[in-house]
């Protein structure tokens, strides 16, 4: 079954624009106790057919597990989205529903090296000393998800310091219950501060500070 539809092809395309760089997708799968991991397969083998400069490699996390570890990928299905260089973006889980929104614009930044911040916000992340974790808690089905995971995908574009990982909550429930998860987005920063709700880039990037200091 297409997972992609004829008929949203050339708004897609239109979506992603021309890139400027190869954008590699690496996909992690396996054959037990994954409940989407053929669907995420499928829906990123015909993501990469549209656009030309989509590269995507296919492993199974436990028979590679070497590469899995050097991508801090401990669970499937996961979703590396890269450039010329590793940016730290990560997906978990089906990027269905409204989530197909932030996996184009991921794309869209890492393969037009632009991650859209306001240079007021790059400048505060410019002031990261530490390491960040970022995680956003979503849906296929949350309208507000995907602003949230993208802002966090394009802060760890900005700092080499920041890793973003969007999570599918239904998909991973012991994730969601280790971080408490009630509705989505939520949003945990190193394990211990997490808010909720869709954010303006200018209090998104002031909750993570707060997590930091």
């Known amino acids: 079954?297409?997972?992609?539809?004829?008929?949203?092809?050339?708004?897609?395309?239109?979506?992603?624009?021309?890139?400027?760089?190869?954008?590699?997708i690496l996909v992690f799968t396996q054959s037990e106790n994954c409940q989407y991991c053929?669907?995420?397969?499928?829906?990123?083998?015909?993501?990469?057919?549209?656009?030309?400069?989509?590269?995507?490699?296919?492993?199974?996390?436990?028979?590679?597990g070497e590469l899995a570890r050097k991508y801090d990928v401990k669970r499937a299905p996961a979703i590396v989205i890269m450039g010329p260089k590793d940016y730290g973006i990560r997906y978990y889980g089906l990027p269905?529903?409204?989530?197909?929104?932030?996996l184009m614009n991921a794309v869209r930044m890492v393969g037009s090296n632009n991650h859209e911040l306001a240079a007021e916000t790059v400048e505060k992340l410019s002031g990261l000393t530490k390491p960040?974790?970022?995680?956003?808690?979503?849906?296929?089905?949350c309208p507000y998800c995907?602003?949230?995971?993208?802002?966090?995908?394009?802060?760890a574009m900005a700092s080499?310091?920041?890793?973003?990982?969007?999570?599918?909550?239904?998909?991973?429930?012991?994730?969601?219950?280790?971080?408490?998860v009630?509705?989505?987005?939520?949003?945990?920063?190193?394990?211990?501060?997490?808010?909720?709700?869709?954010?303006?880039?200018q209090y998104f990037v002031e909750e993570v500070l707060k997590a930091v200091n």
């Open 132 to 141: 960040v974790h970022i995680q956003v808690f979503v849906t296929p089905s």
């Open 160 to 180: 080499d310091l920041i890793t973003a990982d969007a999570v599918e909550a239904t998909e991973f429930p012991e994730l969601s219950m280790q971080y408490n």
């Open 182 to 201: 009630r509705g989505v987005p939520r949003i945990v920063v190193n394990e211990e501060h997490h808010f909720e709700g869709a954010m303006p880039e």
């Open 1 to 24: 079954m297409a997972f992609i539809q004829e008929s949203d092809i050339a708004e897609i395309k239109a979506q992603i624009g021309e890139l400027k760089d190869e954008v590699k």
């Open 38 to 64: 053929g669907e995420v397969q499928t829906i990123l083998e015909e993501f990469s057919q549209i656009i030309d400069k989509v590269k995507l490699e296919k492993y199974d996390i436990e028979s590679n």
């Open 96 to 102: 269905a529903g409204y989530e197909f929104v932030a």
């Open 146 to 155: 995907p602003n949230a995971v993208t802002l966090s995908h394009q802060f």
